[in-house]
């Protein structure tokens, strides 16, 4: 099967710009996952989907940063506007109903000058 | 206090040798499980192997087992029989409650892999 896809892979930007993210999870996932991993740090959840609504979002800096997953498929990640400490990988992940496991796309590597 | 602790930023092991990488959690919760993902260089996670705080045995997958010592609330993973491949970033997770909950990871110990 396919796995989660995210595109672009790579974004550079300057500060106070705009940059959208989008991910395919993998078919039949319910569950989507926004992770944002600092250099050096393990990745932390910015946002989680069941279907097309939210289930936590409660580390999601929702003056710049917002979500969205239509039709409970693919989701896009949007920051506006960008700042320096912004610069991150941007992981997508997704999981089964019924499994514990999430299964992570390649991410997004976003560089804000 | 973080939830996830890996005190180890650094391993070195040689090819063939076994390595054991540290995990310790703080949890509350008595319905909890643990996840260790490996990161290569290219950046996507890999799931290696998950252990749930109700199992009675320790988790196995191939080459990679879960030493869970719940009394001191530690998760180490081995690695048996290295490869060079195996050199990558390690990331300990826990997810707590009985949901399909979301995952805390700690800092990451990079492995490297020597012939």
């Known amino acids: 099967e396919a796995g989660v896809a995210q595109s672009p892979r790579y974004k550079i930007i300057e500060k106070r710009q705009s940059v959208a993210f989008w991910c395919n999870p993998i078919?039949?996932?319910?569950?989507l996952y926004w992770y944002q991993q600092i250099l050096g740090q393990g990745p932390k959840l910015l946002i989680q989907f069941q279907n097309n609504g939210v289930v936590d979002d409660s580390q999601l800096p929702k003056d710049r940063f917002s979500a969205e997953r239509l039709k409970g498929v693919d989701s896009t990640l949007k920051i506006q506007p960008a700042k320096l400490e912004d610069s991150a990988v941007y992981l997508c992940a997704s999981s089964h109903d019924r499994s514990y496991e999430q299964y992570f796309g390649p991410g997004t590597r976003l560089t804000v000058t | 206090a973080q939830k996830i602790t890996q005190t180890q930023p650094g391993m070195f092991v040689q090819e063939k040798e076994a390595v054991t990488l540290d995990c310790t959690y703080d949890?509350?919760?008595?319905?909890?499980?643990l996840f260790w993902y490996k990161q290569p260089s290219s950046g996507e996670m890999i799931f290696l192997i998950y252990q749930g705080s109700y199992d009675q045995q320790n988790a196995t997958e191939g080459r990679y087992s879960l030493n869970f010592q719940k009394a001191r609330k530690s998760a180490n993973l081995v690695i048996s029989a290295s490869q060079l491949g195996d050199s990558a970033m390690y990331f300990c997770a826990m997810r707590e409650g009985r949901g399909y909950s979301t995952l805390t990871f700690g800092k990451g110990t990079m492995l490297l892999v020597s012939p």
């Open positions: 949890t509350s919760d008595p319905s909890y499980g």
């Open positions: 078919s039949g996932h319910a569950t």
